[in-house]
């Protein structure tokens, strides 16, 4: 296998490529490494296009576990600049045929649903970072310069410290920085959970800390047809642990409005639907209940 193109004696330091991606530090524990056999192969080469995969092919009879190692280190301390794709060719003995591969250990990039043949045999920690630096170099001049999401998160890894001014400004009760707080987060991560969860709950305490809950909902009742009069309303009542009752508001309105309204409720209700998670009953119900109002 060839790996001209990718010398590591012309690559590049690590730190440029991977800065950004760092711009918000990930999670305590988070993995980036995904093991891939035969019916996930074409789902994770997919993900080629948004950032550089990295496969490693090896087998336990291959004796080349330091290896293995070095790579796992390497994808987490690069948090997300790519992903690592594992592939035993011993129970997935078609993806090592379907590249050609003789021996193992072998590792490829894939970059824009391109091959780049990397190496075959060990490498030292160090050798992979150089050959791994060229082609994350590779990537950045072709574009593909996203981030991969963790594929796991260690919950005894300790308190996730990219939350940290965000749980102070929820814990001084100043909601209003603490959405700011997590908008910041989601910039550089859009489709994290975790800030998407907390940034509806702090913007909901933060709508919900200027409300008089028996005025709000006294005067949802005197005016059906007042958007922002249901919108607050179905805040009071989540807050006050009516969440169905909270949602069905919400998608009655739905029903009854039109146009830019309309979708000013919908935006609100599935804003609601983060703070109170997606396996929550009321929310699978809301949920098809919303397809039904829309549909």
Do not use: C, H
Request: glycine share 6%.
């Amino acid at each position: 296998m060839s790996t001209a193109g990718f010398n590591p004696s012309r690559a590049v330091d690590l730190s440029g490529i991977v800065a950004a991606a760092k711009a918000v530090p990930p999670p305590p524990g988070a993995s980036y490494v995904i093991d891939v056999d035969e019916a996930s192969f074409e789902a994770v080469l997919s993900q080629s296009v948004r950032y550089p995969v990295v496969l490693e092919l090896n087998s336990p009879r291959a004796n080349a576990q330091a290896l293995s190692d070095a790579l796992v280190e390497l994808a987490n301390e690069a948090a997300g600049a790519y992903l690592l794709g594992r592939v035993n060719v011993d129970a997935s003995p078609q993806i090592a045929q379907a590249f050609g591969i003789q021996a193992v250990p072998a590792v490829i990039g894939v970059v824009g649903g391109q091959l780049a043949p990397l190496w075959q045999g060990t490498k030292t920690k160090e050798e992979a970072k150089s050959y791994i630096a060229q082609l994350l170099q590779a990537a950045a001049a072709s574009g593909v310069v996203g981030r991969a999401e963790p594929v796991s998160i260690d919950a005894d890894a300790g308190p996730d410290p990219r939350f940290a001014a965000a749980d102070e400004a929820l814990s001084s009760g100043d909601f209003t920085k603490a959405v700011e707080e997590f908008d910041k987060l989601l910039a550089a991560s859009p489709n994290d959970p975790e800030a998407k969860a907390g940034r509806a709950q702090a913007a909901l305490l933060a709508r919900a800390s200027v409300l008089d809950p028996a005025t709000v909902l006294a005067r949802a009742d005197a005016a059906p047809d007042d958007v922002d009069a249901q919108l607050a309303a179905a805040d009071a009542e989540l807050l006050g642990g009516a969440t169905a009752q909270a949602f069905d508001r919400l998608i009655e309105t739905i029903r009854n409005t039109s146009g830019p309204r309309r979708d000013a409720v919908r935006v609100r209700l599935l804003e609601l639907f983060e703070t109170v998670g997606p396996s929550d009953p009321a929310v699978i119900k809301a949920r098809r209940d919303l397809m039904s109002a829309l549909f």
